[in-house]
């Protein structure tokens, strides 16, 4: 077996049957794409971070490592559980031996099931010991235009007619705590949009047959969407998923609250709830508002079987179904998928006669790819993405998640029209109502709407002004596990966001061979002193999750006290008390340590 080859089984481990896309044939085609050029492997303290040059064309890049330059080569599990591929370089090996070397290579991909040629190979190993610096240099008076924030667009949510709900977990409003989640995310974080599964299931009763004959009820779609614009949103319509009364086998169902998976018993009815549902939304909210704001999204993770039961050539029938339907409505209504799960199906997709007007997919433990070449000049939008598709993983309580998020938010910026985290709020119930208050929820914010360290994160890039800035790091893991993004403000604030993360899950609770410590060097700063606010998210600072560990003394759920100690500390904390700073001809310079994981946020108000 070739280098080629062994590259191409291993990936094909990875994404299919059984793992990430299981109606994916476990087979990987060639690509026709050229080996990555410039290959580097620089081993540091605790890590390799290998770079290499782009290649036109490619979605994305496998990192591969042997032990010997023959091979075999296996792809680079990082543990994400998803789409075990970056979206560029640098990339940061955190998962050898200190000392043992590897060789390593990295093959670009066409699509995630077709991979082109391995690169030369290259040997490093990781370090135990040595410097472990990272210089952060940051052009003050520089102008990249502003920057782009993926988070705005869109977040994810339970299905929506949780916020008409009424019970309680924890003691808590279902409810209500969930509006105000949304209304959170709207105010603080700038979020546009909410994107949740199964507008057409039972509970809103769109579709029944009554005496044989098929009956639309819109009223309670009404509800819902009332109350998504009334908290200042607008919502993707997911159009799943199937009413029992329509289903081919109601039967077939997948999570707690019993959503049907099956194809239409009459394909001719589907298509007709959905122009009937479409035009009911456009008369109710007018068209210019749809037409222009709205997105109608066909089904969720078909490629899945556990989402669809039926074959893919009859979700392939659904999409195009419900494309027209969209399209009979109004034809400047847009309408697009797959929705689908890891990167899947995306060229099948692009391959169809049917209207296509933007393409949305989902990965989890990684950055998302760059789908640009494939895309063309659609929208891209990453209707679910987050640290770990796993249901109550402590993972996504963590400082580690945190950090992941603004990574891929600073990958993302400038080439998606949508990241959105998956989700805003923990009341959710795909396979139950939460146990306890930290018990891995995939929400911002917790039972109670406690902010987690994930929500700061992007509290912080919040906090970014609207001119972004030039900034070249260098030293041990500089771009691969230190990365930092900058802005600055129309009133001369400058404002400089790090942060230290791998993508490596066995380093979630932190590794000191990973602590790094930061310079930041400000350049073209204009005042002579500046007020310096630093903030910080890390196992003892914006941790809510981490001291409800402390004081819960084992229980569920807190008692009225601890309620009270919970949302005392419920607030972005400083590093250290504010103070001031003085500019030297234009410089100044901000040096801490940043662990891993850890995020700083660097704030220089001129001083009046």
Partial sequence: MTVEEQAREGWARLMGSGGAQDRTPGEIVPADLPAPEGLTATGGRGHVTLTWRPVPGAIGY????????????????????????????????????????YWYSVAPLGTVT????????????????????????????????PPHRPWRAMVGSEHLSHLLCEDTSGGRPIG?????????????????????HA??????????????????????????????????????????????????????????????????????????????????????????????????????????SVFWSGTPEEFWRLYDETARAVKAVDPGLRVGGPASAAVGWIDDQLARESPVDFVSTHTYGSPPLDLRPLAG????????????????????????????????MRSAAGRVEALAPWVASDHFEELGRPPRLAH??????????????????????????DTQLPVTL????????????????????????????????????????????????????????????????DATHSNITALWRAIGEGRDWPDERQWAALRDADRLQEAEPSR?????????????????????????????
């Fill in 62 to 101: 496998a990192v591969h490592r042997a032990t010997a330059s023959a091979g075999p080569y296996e792809p680079v599990d990082h543990g994400g559980g998803d789409v075990l591929a970056v979206p560029h370089g640098p990339y940061a090996d955190t998962t050898g031996e200190p000392f043992r070397e």
């Fill in 114 to 145: 077709s991979m082109g040629s391995l690169g030369v190979p290259v040997a490093a190993a990781a370090l135990s010991s040595g410097p472990a610096e990272v210089a952060v240099e940051v052009t003050a008076d520089g102008d990249e235009g």
């Fill in 176 to 196: 209500a705590e969930l509006r105000e989640a949304l209304r959170r995310v709207r105010d603080e974080l700038g979020v546009q949009q909410v994107r949740a």
């Fill in 199 to 304: 507008i057409l299931c039972d509970d809103l009763g769109v579709y029944k047959l009554v005496d044989g004959q098929p009956r639309l009820d819109f009223s309670g779609v009404d509800r819902v969407y009332d109350t998504v614009l009334e908290l200042g949103m607008r919502p993707v319509v997911e159009l799943s998923f199937m009413p029992r009364d329509l289903a081919s086998d109601p039967s077939r169902t997948v999570f707690a609250y019993q959503a049907v998976i099956s194809p239409p018993r009459d394909w001719d009815r589907w298509s007709w709830l959905v122009r009937e549902l479409t035009a009911h939304l456009v008369e109710r909210y007018g068209l210019d508002e749809v037409r222009d704001n709205w997105w109608f999204e066909v089904w969720n993770e078909a490629n899945l």
């Fill in 377 to 408: 000049d659609r929208p891209l939008l990453w209707t679910e993405w987050g640290v770990t598709a796993t249901h109550g993983s402590e993972v996504n309580d963590t400082v580690f998640a945190a950090a992941f998020l603004l990574r891929g």
């Fill in 440 to 465: 891995g929820g995939f929400g911002l914010l917790t039972v109670g709407n406690l902010a987690k360290p994930k929500y700061w994160a992007l509290t912080l890039a919040q906090r970014l002004g």
């Fill in 474 to 537: 260098t030293g041990d893991g500089a771009g691969g596990l230190v990365e930092a993004w900058a802005a600055r403000s129309g009133d001369g604030t400058v404002t400089v966001l790090l942060w230290n993360a791998t993508l490596d899950h066995a380093k979630a609770g932190g590794d000191p061979e990973l602590d790094r410590a930061v310079t930041v060097n400000l350049t073209g700063l204009p005042a002579a002193a500046y007020r310096l606010t630093h903030w910080r998210v």
């Fill in 580 to 608: 001031t700073l003085e500019a030297r001809d234009g410089a100044a310079a901000v040096a801490f340590d940043l662990p891993m994981p850890s995020i700083s946020c660097v704030e220089l108000v001129p001083a009046t």
